[in-house]
């Protein structure tokens, strides 16, 4: 089982950075992919980025292609999101998730197995 911990969150002007980290614990030798989805107030989970942990291969969602860079540290046992440009709309609660199998899709939220208890995001315009 895989336990999963975000941090970084915060309060950023429009314009802004800011760098979220997810920690894994256990047996995270086992996840095969670790991905960001986020959900905004009253809408529901969005998939925002995702990379694999043997080859560090990257997907991004379109809304934050460019912008936004997912990066790992497998000794670390961290996935980060390097979220630069931030608008009013990446306003949300950012979760970190992990499978261990290979996705179908790569943005179905439900084919991530464990999830962080997520790290809120605020940008002010």
């Known amino acids: 089982q895989v336990q999963l911990v975000e941090s970084g969150g915060g309060l950023v002007q429009a314009g802004g950075s800011l760098r979220l980290s997810c920690a894994a614990s256990g047996r995270t030798s086992t996840i095969y992919s670790t991905g960001w989805f986020r959900r905004a107030p009253g809408k529901g989970i969005e998939f925002v980025a995702a990379m694999t942990r043997s080859d560090g291969k990257e997907y991004y969602a379109d809304s934050v292609e460019g912008r936004f860079t997912i990066s790992r540290d497998n000794t670390k046992n961290t996935v980060d999101l390097q979220m630069s440009s931030l608008q009013s709309e990446d306003t949300a609660i950012y979760y970190c998730?992990?499978?261990?199998?290979?996705?179908?899709?790569?943005?179905?939220?439900?084919?991530?197995?464990?999830w962080g208890p997520g790290t809120q995001v605020t940008v002010s315009s």
């Open positions: 998730a992990a499978t261990t199998v290979i996705w179908r899709t790569i943005a179905n939220s439900g084919e991530y197995e464990s």
